[in-house]
């Protein structure tokens, strides 16, 4: 028994009868075939064609920008305030300018990489336990909140009567870099790592690790004037 279609598209009436083909008087011989097998590859095709169409998207894994860093080098630092080390000559020192600034505060800029190193130089005057309290409040009651962990490194050199603490502040922290060292009766000096740009740990890892480098090679070469 042979089926029967009919259906109508743009005013044009299409006639299956069997195996031919009725377009407006035209008459079109096919081979013969079954005609559930063909609608079943007209679909199958059909199916093909969207699959084909589709857009496979996979996503990229977040990159950063890379960072060219200059060739380690270091200078002295020595002028009028009681306390030389050295710093790299790719920094700037510039004096701290706020209206709070005392005499012995100053910044090293790093320009291109938009970070400072914030230097605050201070004698000891009976206040010494203020000073630690001072310090130990601003990281733990300041800077932790923002942070993942504070790690401790301490440093001493008992030749030239330094000590103090590097901490290295894990996280999305405002700075990621504090240390102080003192010789616990006549001097104190304190430093912090700044960037100018939104606080982040992963963007800013390279760039924290290159200036960590420096920080602990300033504490290394410290001296205090006599």
């Known amino acids: 028994m042979r089926k029967r279609f009919k259906f109508q598209v743009s005013g044009f009436r299409f006639q299956v ?17 079954n005609i559930q ?29 890379r960072i060219d860093f200059p060739e380690k080098e270091y200078q002295l630092y020595d002028c009028d305030c009681p306390v030389t080390f050295e710093y790299p000559v790719y920094g700037e020192i510039v004096p701290e300018i706020s209206r709070l600034s005392e005499p012995c505060w100053f910044n090293i800029n790093f320009p291109e990489y938009k970070g400072t190193i914030h230097l605050t130089y201070k004698e000891i ?49 405002a700075s990621n870099v504090q240390f102080f060292v003192t010789d616990s009766v006549k001097n104190f000096f ?28 300033l504490l290394e070469t410290i001296e205090w004037k006599k």
């Open 190 to 217: 304190r430093g912090s790592l700044y960037f100018t740009v939104r606080p982040n740990a992963d963007s800013l890892a390279p760039v924290v690790a290159f200036f960590r480098e420096d920080i602990i090679r």
């Open 37 to 65: 097998y063909s609608i079943f590859n007209i679909q199958y095709s059909i199916l093909l064609l969207l699959m084909s169409c589709g857009q496979h998207y996979s996503p990229k894994p977040s990159g950063y920008y």
């Open 125 to 173: 005057d009976d206040n010494f336990d203020q000073f630690i309290e001072d310090n130990w409040r601003f990281i733990y009651k300041g800077l932790i909140q923002r942070a993942d962990a504070v790690n401790e490194r301490f440093y001493e050199n008992p030749d030239l009567d330094v000590y103090g603490i590097m901490y290295d502040i894990r996280g999305d922290a």
């Open 17 to 33: 009868s069997g195996f031919k083909f009725q377009v407006s008087g035209f008459k079109f011989q096919v081979p013969s075939f």
